[in-house]
């Protein structure tokens, strides 16, 4: 099993709708991650979390939402999803190392 | 304002030459760095690391080098091999948060 699993793999979904994309680690880490990945931009912070009850905003949360449901999982609302959302969408988690380890991505397509 | 600079969006390298990525960043505070590799279908994977104190780090093929003066730094693949034809992150830490580069694209041709 994957470190980082995230669901879905890939997404195409309406504009307007509500999606919620989800990320469990089994690292034990209690730090956890949401970027996104658009072409020339390269990976983009939308939220982190330093613990359950920790949440922060990143760099590009505006139209984004998070839930630290518990220490494993950590996942990422579009309450109303518009195209320019539409991005590949990374989950990942550390310790107090500085390393991250990565999940492998959804690729969310909104029409 | 990207405090992470990756100014190569692709590079070509002949098997068994040297490849050479490069990335400058703006921010002082920055306490580590660290190069990222990623596949297609796949998330980034940790490649190597330098502490803001040192200007060198070696592990195996890999090399980074940090020009803190100069606000840059380097990975070095010797010798480059085709399965290392993939995109390059540049990263910084500071507080335990990673800002990103933009990426570069490494072909190594056979």
């Known amino acids: 099993d994957a470190d980082v699993t995230q669901t879905p793999r890939n997404r195409i979904t309406k504009t307007g709708k509500r999606i919620m994309l989800e990320c469990s680690q089994t690292k034990g880490h209690d730090r956890m991650y949401w970027y996104r990945q658009d072409p020339g931009l390269g990976l983009r912070l939308i939220y982190y979390s330093f613990d359950v009850k920790d949440i922060n ?16 999982k950590f996942s ?3 309450e109303s999803a518009i195209p320019n959302q539409t991005a590949l969408y990374f989950c990942a988690t550390s310790d107090l190392t500085v390393g991250y380890t990565f999940g492998s991505g959804t690729r ?4 | 304002d ?13 098997e068994g030459r040297i490849s050479i990525l490069n ?8 306490d580590y760095f660290l190069w ?10 940790f490649l190597i690391s330098i502490s803001s104190i ?21 990975l070095h693949i010797v010798p480059s091999q085709p399965g290392d034809s993939a995109v390059y992150f540049c990263a910084a830490s500071s507080a335990r948060q990673l800002t990103f580069g933009s990426g570069t694209q490494l072909t190594v041709l056979p």
């Open chain 1, 76 to 78: 990422l609302s579009l």
């Open chain 2, 2 to 14: 990207q405090q992470v600079k990756q100014n190569s969006p692709s590079l070509s390298v002949q």
């Open chain 1, 108 to 111: 969310l397509t909104v029409v």
């Open chain 2, 23 to 30: 990335c400058d960043y703006t921010n002082s505070m920055f």
């Open chain 2, 54 to 74: 040192k200007d060198k780090n070696e592990d195996g093929r890999f090399t980074v080098f940090l020009n803190k003066s100069a606000k840059h730094l380097s």
């Open chain 1, 57 to 72: 905003k990143g760099e590009i949360s505006d139209g984004y939402s998070v839930s630290r449901q518990a220490q494993a």
């Open chain 2, 36 to 45: 990222y590799k990623k596949y297609p279908a796949e998330g980034p994977t």
